[in-house]
């Protein structure tokens, strides 16, 4: 009998030590085939690195879920603003939703603390899944722990679900009394079956809210403008946490004159993403109501963001050539930049929006 324990021992500490030491080579090895990819891995370095200085700036309480976009925006701009930052790193720079890293998301947006109890229960399951010899489950934890340092799976409730599910198989002991587990399954069933039913009412009208929310989209779409705001407005309580649904509200707004409105839409959309089209959405609705200094101060933030975003200058350009807020100077720097950004190869849209940075040029009126 304790030679079996020994052996048992043994194999639970075998078992651990090969897991850590695959962890680690796996690890390595889609670490060194991401960067061999140039531009892939060069992108997901600058993001790991302009992550983890955001995470020093909120060690302990972070960000909260889902401040991650709106952080490393901030982060990205102050990095660029330095010495530090190279050519490359802004050539390869995007704005992403995600930090293509769980633990360092974790970290940024629950603090350290949150991280460590993260870690915690990646290493108490994975230890009692080897103890109890429920090696299927503990190797899913593993794949799912490696799958993590590259991706964001824990981004979609599915694996949370799965992690949950692989957790429980960890942590049950198939060694212990099958009498007794029988009498536990009624209580245990009563109980998921009661939260079964909390969840499913108060998610019951999530099916009919994204319903509605496709057929605005449709009428989005065919630019139906004016008939598309009014019902926007009446989901924005239940959908006010997505980006996209708040871009669509807001350009409904914008298209039909309620400026101020859409602005307010952009301002929390802008809490919760980075995307530059938001930028460019909210200067243009600025504009539109003759706040040339906030424009401009929108379009700014976009090109410390993203230096090397020709559009940016382009929208830039244009507002410094608006005869209400005319800046000849700001506009041939604006209008250098754009034209130096420019591809060989162009297509209509990008010939068109040189054709028009040329004609203002041209203009001999500009900047009497």
Same mark, same amino acid.
Request: glycine share 6%; hydrophobic share 40%; charged share 20%.
């Given at each position: 009998?304790?030679?079996?324990?020994?052996?048992?021992t043994a194999h639970? #500490?075998l078992? $651990? +030590?090969?897991?850590?030491?695959?962890?680690?080579?796996?690890?390595? /090895?889609? !670490?060194?085939?991401? =960067?061999?990819?140039?531009q892939a891995?060069?992108?997901?370095?600058?993001?790991?690195?302009?992550?983890?200085q955001?995470i020093?700036?909120?060690?302990?309480?972070g960000?909260?879920?889902?401040?991650?976009?709106a952080t490393?925006?901030k982060?990205?701009?102050?990095?660029f603003?330095?010495?530090?930052?190279?050519?490359?790193? #802004?050539?390869? $720079? +995007?704005?992403?939703?995600?930090?293509?890293n769980e633990?360092?998301? /974790?970290g !940024?947006e629950?603090? =350290?603390?949150?991280l460590?109890?993260f870690?915690?229960w990646?290493a108490f399951?994975l230890?009692y899944?080897?103890?109890?010899?429920?090696?299927g489950?503990s190797?899913?934890?593993?794949a799912l722990?490696i799958?993590?340092?590259?991706?964001?799976p824990?981004q979609l409730p599915?694996?949370?679900?799965?992690?949950?599910?692989?957790?429980?198989?960890?942590?049950?002991?198939?060694?212990h009394?099958?009498?007794?587990?029988?009498?536990?399954?009624?209580?245990?069933?009563a109980?998921?079956?009661?939260?079964?039913c909390?969840?499913?009412?108060?998610q019951?009208?999530?099916?009919?809210?994204?319903?509605?929310?496709?057929t605005?989209?449709?009428?989005?779409h065919?630019?139906?403008?004016?008939?598309a705001?009014s019902?926007?407005?009446?989901?924005?309580?239940r959908?006010?946490?997505?980006p996209?649904?708040?871009?669509?509200g807001?350009?409904?707004?914008?298209?039909?004159?309620?400026?101020?409105i859409a602005?307010?839409w952009?301002?929390?959309?802008?809490k919760?993403s980075a995307?530059?089209?938001?930028?460019?959405a909210i200067?243009?609705?600025?504009?539109?109501?003759?706040?040339y200094?906030?424009?401009e101060?929108?379009?700014?933030?976009v090109?410390?963001?993203?230096?090397?975003h020709?559009?940016?200058?382009?929208?830039?350009?244009?507002?410094?050539?608006?005869?209400?807020?005319s800046?000849?100077?700001?506009?041939?720097?604006?209008?250098k930049r754009?034209?130096?950004?420019?591809p060989?190869?162009?297509?209509?849209?990008?010939?068109?929006?040189?054709?028009?940075?040329l004609?203002?040029?041209?203009n001999?009126d500009?900047?009497k």
């Amino acid at each position: 009998m304790e030679t079996d324990e020994r052996n048992h021992t043994a194999h639970i #500490k075998l078992f $651990a +030590i090969s897991s850590i030491i695959l962890f680690v080579i796996v690890a390595a /090895i889609i !670490l060194a085939g991401n =960067i061999q990819k140039a531009q892939a891995g060069d992108r997901r370095l600058l993001i790991w690195n302009i992550t983890t200085q955001a995470i020093m700036e909120h060690p302990i309480t972070g960000t909260g879920i889902g401040g991650f976009p709106a952080t490393y925006a901030k982060e990205q701009s102050a990095y660029f603003g330095t010495d530090i930052a190279s050519s490359k790193e #802004k050539q390869t $720079a +995007i704005c992403p939703r995600y930090a293509y890293n769980e633990y360092l998301q /974790i970290g !940024l947006e629950l603090g =350290i603390t949150g991280l460590l109890l993260f870690i915690f229960w990646l290493a108490f399951s994975l230890y009692y899944g080897i103890k109890h010899r429920q090696i299927g489950a503990s190797g899913g934890i593993l794949a799912l722990g490696i799958f993590a340092l590259y991706s964001y799976p824990l981004q979609l409730p599915t694996y949370w679900v799965l992690l949950l599910f692989l957790t429980v198989i960890c942590v049950t002991n198939p060694r212990h009394d099958k009498q007794r587990i029988q009498r536990s399954i009624p209580y245990i069933s009563a109980i998921a079956a009661v939260l079964t039913c909390i969840l499913f009412y108060g998610q019951k009208d999530i099916y009919y809210t994204y319903k509605e929310w496709k057929t605005l989209q449709k009428l989005y779409h065919n630019q139906a403008y004016e008939q598309a705001a009014s019902r926007y407005a009446g989901l924005f309580v239940r959908l006010y946490h997505r980006p996209d649904f708040l871009y669509e509200g807001a350009e409904c707004f914008c298209k039909t004159g309620q400026h101020d409105i859409a602005i307010k839409w952009l301002d929390r959309a802008l809490k919760l993403s980075a995307n530059p089209k938001l930028y460019y959405a909210i200067a243009e609705n600025e504009e539109a109501i003759k706040q040339y200094r906030k424009a401009e101060s929108h379009l700014l933030e976009v090109s410390r963001i993203l230096p090397e975003h020709g559009y940016t200058y382009f929208l830039l350009a244009k507002l410094y050539a608006d005869p209400s807020f005319s800046h000849p100077d700001k506009f041939h720097e604006a209008a250098k930049r754009f034209l130096a950004f420019l591809p060989s190869t162009q297509n209509n849209i990008t010939k068109e929006m040189k054709e028009e940075i040329l004609q203002i040029i041209r203009n001999r009126d500009f900047g009497k």
